[in-house]
């Protein structure tokens, strides 16, 4: 029997949701280095926003982050230690 803090291998985290928009976060990154687009920007900003929106809370790993000066200020100002 599973428990809800099985982590599936390959996933990122226990939440099926963040795995989602992290995998999201992933795909967007890797877009973006490819053509280095404003709107993919953006649509990364949505997603991230909405995981910390949601409750989220961790790092992105390199392969995820765009660089610090595209990375929206709500990620970058959070309070790590405030979150359980």
């Not at 809370?57 to 405030?82: H, I, K």
């Given at each position: 029997?599973?428990?809800?803090?099985?982590?599936?291998?390959g996933?990122?985290?226990?939440?099926?949701?963040?795995?989602?928009?992290?995998?999201?976060?992933?795909?967007?990154?890797?877009?973006?280095?490819?053509?280095?687009?404003?709107?993919?920007?953006?649509?990364?900003?949505?997603?991230?926003?909405?995981?910390?929106t949601?409750g989220?809370?961790?790092?992105?790993?390199?392969?995820?982050?765009?660089?610090?000066?595209?990375?929206?200020?709500?990620?970058?100002?959070?309070?790590?230690?405030?979150?359980?």
């Open positions: 029997m599973a428990t809800k803090f099985q982590v599936v291998k996933a990122f985290s226990d939440n099926p949701t963040y795995d989602e928009l992290l995998h999201k976060l992933a795909e967007l990154a890797g877009e973006w280095r490819a053509h280095k687009s404003e709107h993919l920007v953006r649509q990364y900003h949505a997603v991230l926003l909405c995981l910390l949601l989220w809370n961790g790092y992105l790993s390199p392969q995820v982050e765009l660089p610090d000066e595209l990375l929206p200020a709500e990620y970058l100002n959070r309070d790590l230690l405030t979150n359980n």
